[in-house]
């Protein structure tokens, strides 16, 4: 089944509750953090991810943009995290192994992040620890961007190592996914689709979550 992960980088953060509740019919609850480091931009953090915790049954998909990550990890995961995702970019291989056992050790589901410069072979050092891995088809930073179709070959490419490798493993793709490009992520290969300003401008959100599955 295919899994739709609305983004909140989209919702109203002044009635962020009723946003969230809007997408109930989703599978995920994705958060993206921001550190204006590792992105030219700053979003929100630990404390909102704490406050918006009681406010869904949904799982929270939360996609660090953050150097360094693995300093913080845990902390998202105390703040009620279920999916945590590292970027590969954001610090040295040794590291990002360690935040991914950091994560799985609080019980929560890990995974690394690939930007759209970032080759398909940068995950296979992880592909063992991961419970998801996601792959921009924009490059992060702020919503609302063109979807990258050039990004396939790469989607496909990690569906092909995760047949092999890790079949549990899902498959996420973040970046300009809406009603038409949903259709070629679903065909490269990913099951769990990001998706921001095509879920929260829709006039009807439950009939365009059903929509992206596809």
């Not at 845990?74 to 610090?91: L, N």
């Not at 590291?95 to 589901?109: P, Q, S, V, Y």
């Not at 088809?137 to 990004?151: C, I, N, R």
Request: hydrophobic share 45%.
């Amino acid at each position: 089944m295919i899994k739709i992960a609305p983004s909140i980088l989209s919702a109203d953060f002044a009635n962020l509750q009723r946003d969230i509740e809007k997408i109930a019919t989703a599978d995920y609850v994705h958060v993206d953090v921001m550190d204006g480091l590792f992105v030219p931009n700053i979003t929100i953090g630990i404390p909102v991810v704490k406050s918006i915790r009681p406010t869904t049954a949904l799982p929270l998909d939360v996609h660090l943009m953050i150097d360094r990550p693995v300093r913080y990890v845990e902390q998202f995961c105390d703040a009620g995290a279920d999916i945590v995702t590292c970027h590969v970019e954001a610090d040295t291989e040794e590291n990002t192994h360690e935040a991914l056992r950091l994560i799985r050790a609080k019980g929560k589901k890990a995974g690394v992040v690939v930007k759209p410069k970032t080759p398909a072979s940068a995950v296979l050092p992880f592909i063992d620890q991961c419970d998801i891995i996601l792959v921009m088809t924009v490059e992060p930073g702020f919503g609302g961007q063109k979807f990258m179709a050039d990004m396939m070959p790469k989607v496909q490419t990690i569906r092909g190592y995760l047949d092999a490798m890790n079949p549990q493993c899902e498959l996420e793709v973040d970046g300009g996914v809406d009603a038409n490009t949903c259709h070629q992520c679903i065909h490269a290969g990913a099951n769990v689709l990001v998706a921001g300003s095509a879920v929260y401008k829709a006039a009807d959100i439950p009939a365009r979550i059903k929509e992206l599955r596809g």
